[in-house]
């Protein structure tokens, strides 16, 4: 499984130039708030992703006053080789780097490093539109599956040349024709891996809210889709006087969404904040069973501010069931040192700790 050896990051968010080597399994961060801990992890994150986690943009990511940032990290991946990963981003231009060899395309990167992260935004989840959720499915499935990736990617250049026609007033029934058949086309293996991706996650995630909340409650996910109604050739062409009239495309898998549901009602509706908390960390911990699942291995895991949703007996519970002779290497946040490095040295022996101040991180000698 990769692990991150060593990671040096430069003018990311508030991290003017930091070096550190980090423990194979577990990484314990602690720090006031605003001091960085999570932008660590958002660094981290970025390696894999090429892309923030947090951030919509890269122009949020640039340390104040810079124009440019760069993170590389050193990875032991599964096949016994050491691993340079680099990316570095200026303005529009991103290059992404292994062994400093560029990859052809950003997006091969996707999935070399898979990891997972449970944060405090994961809230949106629920309380947000339905972009949020499928930018939550894309992600999981972007890493374990390549032909999915490109599937999504060409059909969201198709659905952005059709949209630029519809707005512009051009309504040719043939022209249109063209792009259906194209969206159509990169739509039916993204509609049936998100219903398998489902099928698979249910159970997990039901597995672990128990395990987690105690509760006696059912949780699921519900994939609601227009090609469940009809192909969506059937459903363009049928739509088109009123996408005339909308200027944009209205059917389409860019209007799916995943109903998390307890009991078989909506959680956003019925279940409590508390549950809804308990409900996404299932989820996330669903997510890095089924990848580890998929890839063979674990991903990393990125636990930012955990007892922000849990209470420290949950959390305990949660660390000591990723952390069995398969597990992963794992990040940590916690603005609380001494209730981290209690739980933690109850797992495991092989761990490091972390303070950071003003982005500077210190390792602390046990």
């Not at 192909?231 to 996408?243: C, F, M, S, W």
Request: charged share 25%.
């Amino acid at each position: 499984m990769p692990t991150l050896k060593k990671i040096v990051v430069q003018d990311f968010r508030n991290i003017e130039l930091q070096e550190l080597e980090f423990s194979p399994n577990v990484n314990c961060i602690s720090g006031g708030n605003g001091e960085g801990k999570t932008n660590l992890l958002d660094a981290i994150w970025y390696l894999s992703m090429t892309k923030s986690a947090l951030a919509s943009s890269d122009q949020f990511l640039y340390r104040h006053g810079t124009r440019s940032f760069a993170v590389s990290g050193m990875y032991d991946m599964p096949n016994g080789m050491a691993t340079r990963f680099s990316v570095q981003t200026t303005g529009e231009s991103k290059k992404v780097r292994k062994d400093e060899k560029a990859y052809g395309r950003v997006s091969d990167h996707i999935g070399v490093l898979p990891i997972v992260m449970v944060s405090p935004a994961d809230t949106a989840m629920v309380s947000e539109s339905g972009e949020e959720r499928r930018r939550f499915v894309n992600i999981v499935l972007s890493q374990m599956d390549p032909e999915y990736l490109s599937a999504l990617q060409q059909y969201n250049r198709v659905l952005l040349q059709r949209n630029k026609l519809l707005k512009a007033g051009i309504t040719d029934d043939e022209l249109l024709s063209t792009f259906d058949l194209q969206l159509a086309r990169f739509a039916e293996p993204i509609f049936r891996k998100r219903e398998e991706f489902c099928e698979s996650l249910t159970p997990i995630v039901n597995e672990y809210y128990g395990r987690i909340s105690g509760g006696r409650e059912s949780v699921g996910i519900e994939y609601r889709s227009d090609l469940h109604k009809a192909p969506l050739e059937e459903l363009l062409k049928a739509g088109r006087e009123r996408d005339a009239i909308l200027k944009y495309t209205a059917s389409g898998i860019q209007r799916d969404d995943f109903i998390f549901t307890m009991d078989g009602h909506p959680i956003r509706r019925c279940g409590s904040q508390g549950q809804q908390k308990s409900f996404l960390v299932a989820l996330k911990f669903a997510q890095y069973e089924l990848m580890k699942q998929s890839y063979g291995y674990a991903p990393i895991l990125l636990l930012d501010d955990l007892f922000d949703k849990l209470d420290t007996s949950r959390v305990a519970n949660l660390l000591q069931m990723v952390s069995g002779s398969d597990f992963g290497q794992i990040f940590l946040t916690d603005s609380n040192k001494v209730r981290i490095k209690q739980i933690v040295d109850a797992i495991t022996s092989d761990r490091a700790y972390f303070e950071t101040e003003g982005g500077v991180f210190t390792r602390i000698d046990e």
